[in-house]
């Protein structure tokens, strides 16, 4: 029976973090893979080079060791396993899934800033710190949508927690006291 990418991602990112973690490298390999997304993002067709099955293995060795000569050896040892099993085809989903190990052991958590204007950095980073500190995160990272149906305030989704201050809430819970009260 096949693996899904999912479960790939899952089983390859699990074994790169072990393996990261006990070589106590895991902030330098975290490093590599953000690269690595990087340019497996601005590369799409290294990706379908380094997986396609008509290409011969030494070639594809070359074409590896030409770009990864400034990783860890541990990244190193990964990607030259993921060769060898031909598991290049689902890089960029064991890296996420990776990134969610690291941050879930780094406690640190992302998120959406929903706004009715655009939000400076500035004002995205005070934000995120004062409900990083609130929630017992190490780090947030938030990135900001623009909603101008909110009307003012800020709608925050972390994770399965949404804090919805905005004023067009607000505005229907006074609406539906009123309505309670009459």
């Not at 050896?73 to 690291?102: V, W």
């Not at 009715?116 to 190490?138: M, T, V």
């Given at each position: ?40 993002k601005e590369n799409p067709d290294m990706l379908r080079l ?13 074409f590896l060791s030409s770009f990864s000569g400034e990783f ?78 909110i009307l003012g305030g800020i709608i925050l989704k972390v ?24």
């Amino acid at each position: 029976m096949a693996l899904s990418r999912e479960e790939i991602a899952s089983r390859y990112s699990k074994a790169l973090f072990a393996y990261a973690q006990d070589a106590k490298k895991l902030d330098e390999v975290h490093g590599d893979m953000n690269v690595l997304l990087q340019v497996a993002k601005e590369n799409p067709d290294m990706l379908r080079l380094l997986s396609d099955p008509i290409i011969r293995k030494n070639q594809k060795e070359e074409f590896l060791s030409s770009f990864s000569g400034e990783f860890s050896s541990e990244t190193k040892n990964f990607l030259e396993f993921l060769l060898e099993y031909g598991r290049f085809n689902a890089l960029t989903e064991i890296i996420k899934a990776f990134d969610a190990l690291y941050d879930e052991d780094k406690n640190i958590a992302s998120g959406t800033a929903v706004s009715a204007i655009n939000l400076d950095e500035d004002e995205l980073n005070r934000i995120s710190q004062a409900y990083a500190k609130k929630y017992g995160f190490k780090k947030l990272i938030l990135t900001n949508e623009v909603d101008s149906s909110i009307l003012g305030g800020i709608i925050l989704k972390v994770g399965d927690r949404i804090i919805d201050g905005s004023i067009r809430t607000r505005l229907q819970q006074i609406r539906e006291q009123l309505i309670e009260n009459r």
